[in-house]
């Protein structure tokens, strides 16, 4: 292996900010949607790489609460390349093995988007393999506002962090170890932000539709070289 990774240490969360899939199109002269497709081919291809690893859980952001902002032709596009990706995809997700999660609130997208998650649920609901949450019109701050009048409603007085996770959309999943976030940009947009206390954050210059599984290995023998000491010392 290139970068020496270290396969008894894999973590066991990986969560991705997957970034510039419009800078990549643009660059090519190509439409923004290009970028978006170009990004969901190499989705495939960590989707691959995680589960030959031994990663647990893989999450990535597909569509934020605030990208419904983008021309509705983006919009449009991305949620007919969830249904594209489905199509193409989920007999091998199966086969390997893979479970499908979707985190937020996907009760308002389209019905034709929303018909295909609900194919991906049920046919790898039973599979123990990678688990591949999809975060769709998801955002941390709405999650945990959603998770607050969870705990209202009810009843609860005395509100634990153990009750505020367990309402999450995460609830049962370890934290992610590491966010991998492309295209240079360093900040968590509203991704995990309960969840990333302790995260470590991996960067990496690459566009999306560029992040090869090689790229993944080297972000993750980053990942695998930081002193991770969750507030404590050695
Ligand atoms: C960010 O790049 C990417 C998105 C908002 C969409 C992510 C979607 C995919 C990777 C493909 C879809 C896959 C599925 C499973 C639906 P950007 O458009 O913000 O890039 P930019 O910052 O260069 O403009």
Same mark, same amino acid.
């Given at each position: 292996?290139?970068?020496?990774?270290?396969?008894?240490?894999?973590?066991?969360? *990986?969560?991705?900010?997957?970034?510039?899939?419009?800078?990549?199109? +643009?660059?090519?002269?190509?439409?923004?949607?290009?970028?978006?497709?170009?990004?969901?081919?190499?989705?495939?291809?960590?989707?691959?790489?995680?589960?030959?690893?031994?990663?647990?859980?893989?999450? *990535?952001?597909?569509?934020?609460?605030?990208?419904?902002?983008?021309?509705?032709?983006?919009?449009?596009?991305?949620? +007919?390349?969830?249904?594209?990706?489905?199509?193409?995809?989920?007999?091998?997700?199966?086969?390997?093995?893979?479970?499908?999660?979707?985190?937020?609130?996907?009760?308002?997208?389209?019905?034709?988007?929303?018909?295909?998650?609900?194919?991906?649920?049920?046919?790898?609901?039973?599979?123990?393999?990678?688990?591949?949450?999809?975060?769709?019109?998801?955002?941390?701050?709405?999650?945990?506002?959603?998770?607050?009048?969870?705990?209202?409603?009810?009843?609860? +007085?005395?509100?634990?962090?153990?009750?505020?996770?367990?309402?999450?959309?995460?609830?049962?999943?370890?934290?992610?170890? *590491?966010?991998?976030?492309?295209?240079?940009?360093?900040?968590?947009?509203?991704?995990?932000?309960?969840?990333?206390?302790?995260?470590?954050?991996?960067?990496?210059? *690459?566009?999306?539709?560029?992040?090869?599984?090689?790229?993944?290995?080297?972000?993750?023998?980053?990942?695998?070289?930081?002193?991770?000491?969750?507030?404590?010392?050695?």
């Amino acid at each position: 292996m290139e970068y020496n990774l270290d396969m008894t240490r894999i973590p066991r969360h *990986v969560a991705i900010i997957m970034d510039g899939n419009g800078r990549w199109a +643009k660059e090519r002269g190509q439409i923004r949607l290009q970028g978006h497709l170009a990004g969901m081919e190499a989705l495939c291809g960590i989707v691959r790489h995680s589960s030959d690893i031994g990663v647990e859980y893989l999450t *990535v952001y597909a569509f934020s609460t605030e990208n419904w902002k983008r021309p509705a032709d983006e919009v449009s596009g991305i949620f +007919k390349l969830l249904i594209k990706f489905v199509k193409r995809e989920l007999d091998e997700l199966n086969r390997n093995n893979v479970r499908i999660d979707i985190l937020g609130d996907w009760s308002i997208i389209p019905e034709d988007s929303a018909d295909s998650i609900r194919l991906a649920l049920a046919t790898t609901e039973k599979n123990d393999g990678l688990k591949l949450n999809i975060a769709l019109n998801y955002g941390g701050r709405a999650e945990i506002t959603r998770a607050v009048n969870m705990l209202i409603d009810s009843g609860k +007085k005395n509100v634990t962090e153990e009750d505020i996770s367990a309402c999450l959309y995460t609830a049962g999943m370890p934290d992610p170890d *590491v966010i991998i976030r492309t295209s240079g940009e360093s900040r968590l947009s509203n991704f995990l932000i309960w969840q990333s206390a302790y995260s470590e954050i991996v960067l990496t210059p *690459v566009y999306w539709p560029d992040f090869t599984p090689s790229e993944y290995e080297r972000c993750l023998a980053e990942y695998q070289s930081r002193d991770r000491r969750f507030g404590g010392h050695k």
